[in-house]
């Protein structure tokens, strides 16, 4: 379990997030800049926050009500960094003999050590420095550091962008048994909705500072909530709407008005759809349209276009499906099911 209440203000910027975490892996997803890192570091003791409350499992790490600030050593935090920090003089044994807490026997830690690294699959690897493994092996060996000193949670602090696209999706799939086998807590900040919805059972979206939404991974991406969560999820085609009935949206920028099929909040500010959730012809929610360009990407086709009403300097939509997909002549209207409809409210 994780709850966390901080309050941080460096300079112009603020952080301010509240979040109650059940167990699992949680991920902190937004853009840069938003206070992901700054989370981590919070929660590992490299930053104190100006006011709140830390608590991981049983343990209170920070509460500046009762003013308790745990120290560094002493909160058993396994922190990946972005580009690991490895020891670039020392061999891959040595670099993960360092994580082995002091009080261990030599015997005790060496087989610590050899037992880490069968366990992370580096045996043979012993006497390699950090430059001459791939990007993987780098991977394992920061992570056998961490873990040979048994922590109670790990952050995983953009653990893939040193890597290039290959590479990243076969780390990625190792990483993801290795977590599995974790009981503990584990925290990922990432940017890439493609690497929270992999890995994680729950997802925080961060937003300037704020958390703008917290939900189970499927339930976020299908329900996003906020304007920050549906961008950061993948959404193309968000616009300022306003409730127009009981179940009904008028978007002023498309001129259109649609049904969702379900009740509409007073508050709504923002719809959204998906690119894939048009589908073409006669159907619900069905409305003439311009295209305005074609996109061929290797596995699918973008189009983007208008709706019949929109100003020609309006904001285009987008129109994704896949090569086979593609008719053999474009629709001359749309249809969108009303429960593909993001309803959006902040």
Same mark, same amino acid.
């Given at each position: 379990m994780i709850e966390l209440d901080i309050h941080k203000r460096w300079g112009s910027f603020s952080l301010d997030v509240q979040l109650r975490h059940q167990g699992g892996i949680l991920g902190l997803l937004g853009a840069s800049g938003c206070g992901k890192s700054k989370t981590l570091q919070c929660i590992a003791g490299i930053e104190r926050p100006d006011a709140g409350k830390i608590v991981v499992g049983t343990r209170t790490f920070f =509460?500046?009500?009762?003013?308790?600030?745990?120290?560094?050593?002493?909160?058993?935090?396994?922190?990946?960094?972005?580009?690991?920090?490895?020891?670039?003089?020392?061999?891959?044994?040595?670099n993960i003999r360092c994580g082995v807490r002091t009080a261990s026997p030599k015997g005790e830690a060496r087989q610590q050590v050899r037992d880490m690294m069968e366990r992370l699959r580096l045996t043979g690897l012993e006497r390699q420095k950090p430059a001459e493994l791939s990007g993987g092996q780098q991977q394992r060996v920061a992570l056998a550091r961490i873990l040979v000193n048994e922590p109670d949670i790990l952050l995983l602090d953009e653990p893939f962008s040193a890597l290039d696209s290959y590479l990243k999706e076969k780390v990625m799939t190792e990483l993801k048994d290795l977590l599995q086998q974790f009981p503990k807590d584990v925290v990922l900040v990432t940017h890439s909705r493609d690497e929270a919805y992999q890995l994680c059972q729950t997802i925080a979206v961060l937003d300037d500072g704020c958390v703008s939404a917290c939900a189970p991974t499927k339930e976020l991406f299908a329900d996003p909530k906020s304007r920050a969560a549906a961008v950061l999820t993948g959404c193309k085609n968000i616009a300022a709407a306003r409730k127009a009935g009981a179940d009904t949206v008028f978007v002023p920028s498309w001129q259109v008005t649609l049904q969702t099929g379900r009740?509409?909040? =007073? =508050?709504?500010? +923002? %719809?959204? %759809?998906?690119?894939?959730?048009?589908?073409?012809? =006669?159907?619900?929610? +069905?409305?003439? %349209?311009?295209?305005?360009?074609?996109i061929e990407q290797p596995f699918e086709w973008i189009v983007k276009f208008r709706y019949a009403g929109q100003t020609a300097g309006s904001q285009a939509l987008w129109w994704r499906f896949a090569k086979p997909e593609r008719p053999a002549v474009l629709p001359a209207q749309l249809s969108v099911r009303g429960e593909d409809i993001l309803l959006l409210y902040r």
């Open positions: =509460d500046s009500e009762r003013q308790v600030n745990v120290p560094v050593p002493q909160r058993r935090v396994g922190y990946l960094f972005q580009h690991y920090a490895l020891f670039p003089n020392m061999t891959v044994e040595e009740p509409v909040g =007073d =508050d709504l500010c +923002a %719809i959204g %759809i998906r690119g894939h959730a048009f589908h073409s012809g =006669d159907g619900e929610n +069905a409305r003439p %349209i311009v295209v305005t360009e074609e």
